[in-house]
């Protein structure tokens, strides 16, 4: 049985700011441009607390025209190779308009889950230099 990657990770690209009103907070930088998209930032502070199995230590949701376009889970410790192991043994239907990134930072000792629409993609620097 296929099922939604959106059932696993709880926030739904393309829902409206309206749905998560009374529970995320606006966060520095309150407000940025990002492939000619304006991007504004908040933190979530409802009830959903853990993903993936795991308990998520900050949720970042990045919104343009008050819709959900980037969601950034961050997750203490070196989690990447459960969360990899995790989202490979699910059978999902992944929106081919969206990227997925894993990777964790060592300075703040975090693993982060990062998806967005693809939109934000076409300029974005995944650290990989391009030739």
Not at 15 to 37: A, G, K, R, W
Not at 62 to 91: C, G, H, Q
Not at 109 to 130: A, I, S, W
């Amino acid at each position: 049985m296929i099922n939604d990657i959106y059932k696993h990770l709880k926030f739904r690209l393309d829902d409206e700011h309206q749905d998560f009103e009374f529970e995320i907070i606006s966060v520095p930088p309150y407000e940025f441009i990002e492939n000619n998209l304006s991007l504004v930032s908040y933190e979530y502070f409802g009830e959903i607390n853990e993903i993936l199995g795991l308990k998520v230590k900050q949720i970042l949701l990045y919104f343009n025209a008050d819709r959900l376009m980037r969601v950034e889970l961050k997750y203490r410790e070196n989690n990447v190779e459960r969360l990899k192991n995790k989202l490979e043994e699910f059978t999902v239907s992944f929106p081919s308009s969206v990227t997925l990134k894993l990777y964790y930072q060592q300075e703040d000792n975090l693993t982060v889950l990062m998806y967005q629409k693809e939109v934000l993609n076409r300029f974005y620097d995944f650290g990989v230099k391009k030739t």
